[in-house]
């Protein structure tokens, strides 16, 4: 009994001070490699497209378009969205159900040319972003199947745990959806090695998947950490988006143009945090902690002439 409790209290895995110090580098690390503006291009490029989507959004409010965005909830009519105010007031909502589309189907290409970049770029060696965006389709089916199952995944938790706190009143209905947030952040780290592996390592999904929650629990509380502090990012606009329609009806409509904005903004500086962060924990720990499971040898396209064995090691 003694000899389990003094391993219990010395895993490497759950050493807060540790832990937090070597999440805070992998952060530092991908902040000062912004000095090359190119590694932040697959980000603002991501951003822009949004921009994009919400400018269409706003200038179909008379156009039969609208029939497409009324689709994707259930029970909003066209008809409907073709009136101001309700066109800006539905704006987060209807728009916050075209991202989940986006975010599994596009937004995964853009975090694959970061990883490659990021990888590149942390051996100081020279990138391309032509290169990294190519190489990201060329892996696209492993990458789009990897994050529709986490996306299923962390819906799934935080849905049921939603409809769970529906039988509690008070604290403890805010105490379970507290508790779904957390659990879906820990579904998040389980899978945020997952993309490294396919694009640094070769591995299919299914490889990448399982070597993803085998390296988050080697180092659970790190990842956790990495997957957590750049959410803590976004708290403040998604308190403001829930009170939105409310803060719009007192001061002017077009204040959810302002909100969702300010939303896209925070979350292309959290993204870019994670992915980086990950990807550069990723490379660590294969140099300082145990060795990282199988993968063929590929070249990184970013990094224009060196395998992925020779970044790594």
Not at 159 to 172: K, M
Not at 214 to 243: D, Q, R
Request: aromatic share 10%; net charge positive; with cysteine.
């Amino acid at each position: 009994m003694g000899y389990t409790a003094d391993r219990t209290s010395g895993d490497p895995r759950f050493d807060l001070p540790t832990n937090a110090r070597s999440a805070f580098r992998a952060f530092q690390t991908s902040l000062t490699l912004l000095h090359d503006i190119r590694l932040i291009l697959p980000s603002g490029l991501y951003f822009l497209l949004q921009i994009g989507v919400m400018t269409c959004y706003l200038l179909c409010i008379h156009s039969p378009l609208n029939r497409f965005w009324a689709a994707l909830w259930p029970g909003l009519t066209g008809e409907r969205l073709s009136h101001f105010p309700e066109h800006l007031i539905l704006m987060q909502a209807v728009l916050g159900r075209f991202d989940i589309l986006s975010d599994i189907l596009v937004h995964v290409i853009f975090q694959g040319a970061i990883i490659l970049l990021v990888a590149a770029a942390f051996r100081e060696n020279p990138v391309s972003v032509g290169g990294s965006f190519k190489h990201s389709l060329k892996r696209y089916p492993h990458l789009v199947i990897t994050s529709l199952l986490a996306s299923c995944c962390i819906f799934a938790v935080i849905t049921l745990t939603r409809a769970l706190s529906a039988s509690f009143e008070g604290a403890a209905g805010k105490g379970i959806i507290a508790l779904g947030i957390l659990l879906g952040l820990v579904m998040q780290a389980l899978f945020l090695y997952a993309l490294p592996f396919i694009l640094l390592r070769g591995s299919s999904f299914s490889q990448a998947i399982g070597k993803s929650f085998i390296l988050a629990w080697s180092s659970f509380l790190k990842t956790l950490l990495l997957v957590g502090l750049p959410f803590v990012l976004t708290i403040p606009t998604m308190l403001l988006n829930y009170k939105a329609e409310i803060i719009s009806l007192r001061l002017s409509p077009e204040f959810m143009i302002h909100i969702h904005v300010i939303g896209e903004i925070m979350r292309l500086i959290s993204t870019y945090l994670i992915t980086a962060g990950a990807t550069i924990a990723f490379i660590r720990q294969k140099k300082t902690g145990r060795p990282l499971a199988g993968g063929k040898i590929i070249r990184n396209p970013a990094s224009q002439g060196r395998t992925m064995d020779e970044i790594d090691n």
